[in-house]
């Protein structure tokens, strides 16, 4: 997910940097959580576990365009300040 905002994005330096954050963060969370879980799995059944893995890896690229599609929401208003569409 970080390759996809550094080569797609067009944002500002600084929303790029607050993306970046929430994206390090959402990544390790996610493995730290998954993990174990597949780990426990892969004991019983590997093909679910392997699918938990799968569909948790796909959870930041989720973040990252939830994220693309609240920033798209906003926009210029007269009075200058960011306004809800």
Excluded at 11 to 16: A, D, F, G, M
Excluded at 55 to 72: F, K, N
Aim: glycine residues 8%; hydrophobic residues 50%.
């Amino acid at each position: 997910p970080l390759a996809v905002l550094f080569l797609t994005g067009n944002e500002s330096p600084e929303l790029r940097r607050q993306r970046l954050r929430a994206l390090l963060i959402d990544c390790t969370l996610t493995i730290v959580i998954a993990f174990p879980f597949a780990a426990w799995l892969f004991e019983r059944l590997p093909l679910y576990a392997g699918l938990l893995f799968l569909g948790m890896m796909a959870l930041p690229y989720l973040h990252l365009l939830r994220l693309r599609q609240l920033s798209v929401g906003v926009t210029a208003s007269p009075n200058g300040s960011g306004a809800e569409r």
